[in-house]
């Protein structure tokens, strides 16, 4: 399978404190996206980085990439209980529209 | 709110009913797809039309039809469908390959 993997599966932490979630994937890639999804609801874009950058920020969310490991990480800063969602990672196929999405980490953060 | 719409929100169709999903947007993307999401599973893709054509078929079975009449409209026609296809279909849209895809809030499908 081209699948992607995370991990952890699943992730439980105490309000304010960080999240950390990996994302790893088998083939080359242009781009890797991340994703989130509340229960029920469609997903929702996170943040898109280039197989040619390293890190990148958006708000409370660090994203680091290292094309040599082929691997990802995604870093929420202060969790906050709106933040207890599903997150998932994208990696483009080949330079197609197909991408093949993370089997996912399931996040609750608790006030 | 999204911006991609799909309707209905909830299905429930015996195995001989034919049915369709719609899916809208108005963002002026030019890619529109198809995915299925089981429970605690990531989305796994079906259909991809690019410029109204179609551009990926992930070895669908024929009883899921895709449809893209317009840049703006995407459908899935549904007919015979086992109970194996209930699921969460979700549409998206992107404007080209290498962006962010939007989602809709999904189809709650379930075969009866």
């Known amino acids: 399978s081209q699948q992607g993997e995370e991990d952890p599966q699943a992730l439980s932490i105490q309000e304010g404190e960080n999240a950390t979630m990996n994302c790893s994937y088998k083939?080359?890639?242009?781009?890797l996206q991340w994703y989130r999804q509340n229960s029920g609801r469609g997903l929702v874009h996170l943040i898109l980085?280039?197989?040619?950058?390293r890190e990148k920020h958006s708000g409370r969310l660090r994203v680091t990439l290292d094309t040599s490991k082929k691997s990802s990480s995604l870093l929420i800063t202060a969790s906050r209980a709106a933040d207890t969602a599903s997150y998932f990672c994208?990696?483009?196929?080949?330079?197609?529209?197909?991408?093949?999405f993370g089997t996912g980490t399931r996040l609750k953060v608790l006030a | 709110d999204t911006e991609v719409t799909q309707t209905p929100k909830h299905l429930v169709m015996g195995m001989t009913n034919k049915k369709s999903l719609k899916c809208e947007q108005h963002?002026?993307?030019?890619?529109m797809y198809w995915y299925k999401q089981k429970a605690k599973k990531p989305p796994e893709l079906m259909f991809v039309?690019?410029?109204?054509?179609?551009?990926i078929n992930e070895s669908v079975p024929s009883r899921f039809s895709p449809e893209c009449p317009n840049s703006s409209l995407l459908n899935l026609h549904l007919h015979a469908l086992q109970p194996e296809d209930s699921a969460l279909y979700l549409c998206?849209?992107?404007?080209?390959?290498?962006?962010?895809?939007?989602f809709g809030d999904g189809t709650r499908l379930s075969i009866l």
């Open positions: 994208a990696t483009d196929a080949s330079g197609t529209y197909k991408y093949i």
């Open positions: 083939t080359s890639i242009n781009n």
């Open positions: 039309y690019s410029y109204e054509k179609l551009s």
């Open positions: 998206a849209s992107s404007q080209d390959r290498v962006q962010p895809q939007h």
């Open positions: 963002m002026g993307h030019r890619a």
């Open positions: 980085i280039r197989s040619n950058e």
